[in-house]
């Protein structure tokens, strides 16, 4: 199982940790998207936390995250289900660097904006929660949103190592999550446990298991629940995108047919293409004429 995710409960059931290893998912996101190496860290962290997240979730539940920031950047948006996900930056030709060397994730999203998360849970309405960003660092802006959108005391941690050719070198990290009758010796032991905590992309690069990555967090007071893989996974088709046009209506396919004879339309997760001729238009035009009637 190359990306995957592993669940445990810690400290007697008080605490919950989910911990990720995604090299290969974020290497993925990187060649399709040709990302710049602090695009890529960036969207790496963001596909990494949307992944995690999904799995917290009933099966076949969706959520859609944006994370706005007014960096250069731009918004990055992923969906995920079921441990599956997808992603796209507005401008993936971004490289900045601190003068140590490592990148600058912080100022390329930017350190104003904010965070909305959007769950299909299979109820008549999504649900819609937001959270501003307290540093573009991407981990410590959804800490923040846990504790603020979820009332859930957690700690975020997410690491993306990329080389200046744009290869991922390793990506993973984890949620850890507070349960009722947490005592306060165990949060004081997690808090000093995380202010030492290797990063977690040199635990993925060194070669750490996610379960490994968890036992390093509780210093191996933990049971292992869950195992689950994890997938850039783009569910697009040319049937979804024709949905899409018909929803245009039929004045604006005619002037699309009138004025272009076709329709191209690439998806902006996976960079597919999906080209529509004359033919297939009138044939959609014709289609919402007969509903009118």
């Given at each position: ?9 810690a ?7 989910y ?149 991922v ?58 195992t ?30 009138t ?30 004429i007969?509903?009118?009637?």
């Amino acid at each position: 199982m190359k990306n995957y995710l592993q669940k445990a409960y810690a400290f007697e059931g008080t605490v919950r940790i989910y911990a990720a290893i995604t090299t290969e998912m974020v290497q993925e996101a990187q060649k399709i998207h040709q990302l710049w190496p602090t695009s890529c860290a960036a969207l790496g962290r963001c596909l990494t936390i949307a992944s995690i997240m999904s799995c917290t979730y009933k099966s076949g539940e969706h959520l859609t995250i944006k994370v706005c920031g007014d960096g250069p950047i731009g918004q990055i948006t992923m969906e995920a289900t079921d441990g599956k996900v997808r992603g796209f930056v507005h401008n993936p030709g971004v490289y900045l660097s601190y003068n140590n060397g490592k990148l600058n994730v912080g100022d390329a999203v930017g350190r104003n904006g904010y965070i909305e998360v959007i769950k299909d849970l299979h109820m008549r309405t999504p649900f819609s929660s937001t959270s501003e960003l307290v540093s573009g660092e991407i981990a410590e802006d959804f800490t923040y949103y846990f504790a603020k959108s979820e009332q859930i005391p957690s700690a975020v941690g997410l690491g993306v190592l990329v080389d200046p050719d744009g290869k991922v070198l390793s990506a993973g990290g984890f949620l850890i999550q507070i349960m009722p009758g947490c005592k306060e010796e165990t949060l004081k032991q997690l808090e000093e446990k995380l202010k030492v905590l290797k990063s977690c992309s040199e635990m993925v690069q060194e070669g750490y298991s996610a379960e490994e990555m968890i036992h390093e967090i509780t210093d191996g007071n933990y049971e292992l629940l869950e195992t689950k893989e994890l997938s850039y996974f783009c569910p697009c088709s040319k049937e979804r995108f024709r949905k899409g046009l018909l929803s245009l209506g039929k004045t604006e396919l005619t002037s699309i047919l009138t004025e272009d004879k076709k329709a191209s339309i690439t998806c902006n997760f996976c960079g597919k293409q999906y080209e529509f001729n004359s033919n297939e238009l009138e044939e959609m035009i014709h289609e919402l004429i007969l509903k009118e009637a």
